[in-house]
C-alpha cells in the first residue's frame, strides 16, 4: 500500500473529507489543502499542511487566487511515464500529486435566474474547475474525486487492491469529474444567458422572453428509472429528467410498474386537468393519448361520471386523470370502471384502500401545488409574463421544436360569421370545447354539450370523417350541441352532415379558399357559424 504519497484536498463541500484525509494520513500521504478545507481537517485532528508549501506562494485577491500555480499543476500534470518530466519536477523540487479530491463553489445551488450578478459572480469557481480538468487529463496517474460519496468506496477499492488503482476505475472517476465540469460550466451559461436576456428585454420594454429558436440548444437529460418496456414490450424504455423546463413530481402510491405508454397518457391527462376551466372540477379519460371523454362540473363525482360517458366504450382500460383529491365517494365511483391508471393532485387514505383492492390500478400522485402551478403558468404565458415551456420531437432529420399550444381564447376573439347569431348557452361549451380540442390528435372533430365532451373523431385524414365519427359516437346527444373542429372546414361538407344530425353551432378557425362556401351553407340550414382566432392541430 502507499501508493498515493502526495495529496491534494480542496473542497467546498466537506462531507466525508476528514474522513478521506484521516485514511490517507495513515497511509503516509502528505496532504494538502487551503482555506476552509485546511481549517476543516486540522479541526478533526488531520495532519494536512497549507496549499502554499506546494506553491510557494500566499493567497491574494481575498482568496480569488489561491491555488492557481505552475508548481502545483506540474506536479499534477505531469507524465511520469516520461523520463523528461520526471527530471524536470526533481529539478524544480516539485512532488508528483497522486490524488486530487476537489468540489466547486455552490453555483447549481445557490444561483437562480434572478440572483444578482455581483453574487453569482462570487460563485464562480476557477482554481478549483483547474485542478479537476489537469487530473482528469492525467488520470492514469493522478486520481481525482468530486463526489464526497465516492470517498468511502475509493477508500474500500485502494484496501482491496493494496494502493494499486486499477485503470479502469481511474478512467471512471476521471469521466465522472469532467461531468461535473460540464454541468457546472452549463450552469454558469444558462445563469449568463437569462441574465442577457433580461437585459435585452429591459431594452426592449418587453415582459415575455424572447424565444431564441437559433444557434445551439442544448439539453442534458438524467435517467429517473427504467420502464417495465416501451410502446411495445420488445422496446427498451426510460424515464428522464431533463436539465431544462419544469418536470412536475409525482408519486405512484400503487399498481404495476408504470409503463411508457402509460406515462404518455397520464402525461395527457395531466395537461388536460392543468388547464383553468369555468368550473372547480374537471375529468378526462384518455386512450391511447386522446381523450375519449372529458367534463367540468361543480361536483367531483359528476365530473367523474360524465368522463367516462363520454365514450363508455373507450373509457374500459383507460387512464383517469381528475383535477380534484380523490376521496371516498370519488373512489366509488373509479372502481366501478376498469381503468390502468388513475391521475390526481392527491388521492385520500380512505381513498387509496378503496382502491387497493384493484391491484393492477396504478395510482399516480402530482401533489395539488404541482397541478396549481402548472395552471398559473398556463394563465401567465397567455398573459405573457412567462416562457412559454418547449416541446421536442425526434424526426430523421433532427429535432423539432417548438412551443406548447397553451393558447386561451379570449371572449372577445370570437367572431360569428354566419346570420344566426351565437346564444348564451352555447358560450359555456365553445369555451370548454376550444380547451378541450388541442388534445385530440388531428384531423379531430368534438361535439360538446353542457361542459361534457358527448363525441370525438380524431386523428382522421380528412375532416368530414372526423365530423362522421364524432357525430356516430355522440348518439342522441348531438341534438343541441356544440361542434367544435382543430382546423378550418375545407369544404361545406361537415356543415351539412352537422345539420343533418342536430348540431346548432360550429366552431372552427378560418383560412379556407372556400370560407365564403361554407358560411353561405350554414346561413342556408339556419346554423350559427363561429371562426375562432387560432388552429389546434396536435400531430
Request: charged letters at 30%.
Amino acid at each position: 500500500m502507499g501508493k498515493i504519497e502526495t495529496a491534494v484536498i480542496s473542497v467546498f463541500n466537506k462531507s466525508w473529507a476528514s474522513t478521506l484525509g484521516r485514511f490517507l494520513a495513515e497511509e503516509g500521504a502528505n496532504i494538502y489543502s487551503s482555506g476552509g478545507t485546511l481549517a476543516e481537517l486540522k479541526a478533526k485532528k488531520v495532519p494536512a499542511k497549507p496549499i502554499e508549501k506546494l506553491t510557494g506562494g500566499k493567497e491574494m485577491l481575498g482568496g480569488r487566487v489561491k491555488t492557481l500555480h505552475y508548481q502545483l499543476y506540474a506536479g499534477i500534470l505531469a507524465d511520469r511515464g516520461k523520463k523528461r518530466h520526471r527530471r524536470k519536477l526533481d529539478k524544480l523540487g516539485i512532488a508528483p500529486i497522486d490524488l486530487v479530491a476537489v468540489n466547486f463553489y455552490p453555483f447549481k445551488e445557490k444561483v437562480r435566474k434572478r440572483t444578482r450578478m455581483e453574487t453569482a459572480q462570487e460563485l464562480i469557481d476557477i482554481g478549483g474547475v483547474t485542478l479537476v480538468r489537469a487530473a482528469a487529463k492525467n488520470f492514469p496517474h493522478v486520481i481525482v474525486l468530486v463526489d464526497p460519496e465516492d470517498y468511502k468506496p475509493f477508500i474500500q477499492e485502494y484496501r482491496d487492491c493494496e494502493g494499486d488503482i486499477p485503470y479502469e476505475l481511474r478512467l471512471k472517476y476521471a469521466k465522472k469529474a469532467l461531468v461535473y465540469c460540464r454541468e457546472y460550466d452549463e450552469a454558469i451559461e444558462d445563469y449568463f444567458t437569462a441574465a442577457l436576456e433580461r437585459e435585452k428585454r429591459r431594452k426592449a420594454g418587453l415582459k415575455k422572453p424572447a424565444l431564441e429558436l437559433e444557434g445551439r440548444l442544448k439539453l442534458t437529460f438524467t435517467r429517473t428509472r427504467n420502464l417495465r418496456y416501451g410502446e411495445n414490450p420488445h422496446q427498451r424504455a426510460a424515464l428522464y429528467t431533463p436539465s431544462e423546463g419544469v418536470t412536475v413530481p409525482f408519486k405512484v402510491l400503487q399498481g404495476k410498474e408504470m409503463s411508457y405508454n402509460n406515462f404518455l397518457d397520464a402525461g395527457a391527462v395531466f395537461r388536460f386537468c392543468r388547464m383553468p376551466y369555468d368550473k372547480p372540477c374537471a375529468a378526462c379519460v384518455v386512450k391511447h393519448v386522446n381523450p375519449c371523454g372529458a367534463a367540468c362540473d361543480d361536483d367531483p363525482v359528476r365530473a367523474i361520471q360524465r368522463a367516462k360517458e363520454g365514450d363508455p366504450i373507450s373509457a374500459y382500460g383507460g387512464i383517469l386523470g381528475v383535477s380534484f383529491e380523490v376521496g371516498e365517494a370519488e373512489a366509488r365511483e373509479i372502481a366501478k370502471t376498469f381503468l390502468e391508471v388513475v391521475v390526481a393532485p392527491k388521492f385520500s387514505r380512505e381513498a387509496t384502500r378503496l382502491l387497493a383492492a384493484k391491484k393492477k390500478l396504478r395510482l399516480l400522485e402530482t401533489g395539488a401545488r404541482a397541478l396549481e402551478a402548472e395552471r398559473k403558468r398556463v394563465v401567465a404565458a397567455n398573459e405573457k409574463k412567462t416562457e412559454t415551456p418547449l416541446q421536442f420531437l425526434r424526426t430523421p432529420f433532427g429535432f423539432l421544436v417548438q412551443e406548447e399550444n397553451l393558447q386561451l381564447m379570449r371572449p372577445g376573439d370570437i367572431e360569428v360569421v354566419s346570420d344566426t347569431p351565437l346564444r348564451p348557452q352555447y358560450k359555456p361549451d365553445l369555451a370548454f370545447g376550444m380547451k378541450v380540442i388541442r388534445f385530440l390528435k388531428s384531423n379531430s372533430v368534438a361535439l360538446f354539450k353542457d361542459l361534457m365532451m358527448v363525441g370525438a373523431g380524431t386523428g382522421q385524414p380528412n375532416r368530414v370523417d372526423a365530423a362522421r365519427i364524432a357525430i356516430e359516437k355522440a348518439g342522441k346527444r348531438v341534438s343541441g350541441s356544440v361542434l367544435v373542429s382543430d382546423g378550418f372546414f375545407p369544404f361545406a361538407d361537415s356543415v351539412e352532415l352537422a345539420s343533418k344530425a342536430g348540431v346548432d353551432v360550429l366552431a372552427a378557425p378560418g383560412g379556407s379558399i372556400r370560407d365564403h362556401e361554407v358560411i353561405a351553407r350554414a346561413n342556408a340550414l339556419k346554423l350559427c357559424l363561429v371562426f375562432v382566432p387560432y388552429r389546434s392541430f396536435l400531430h
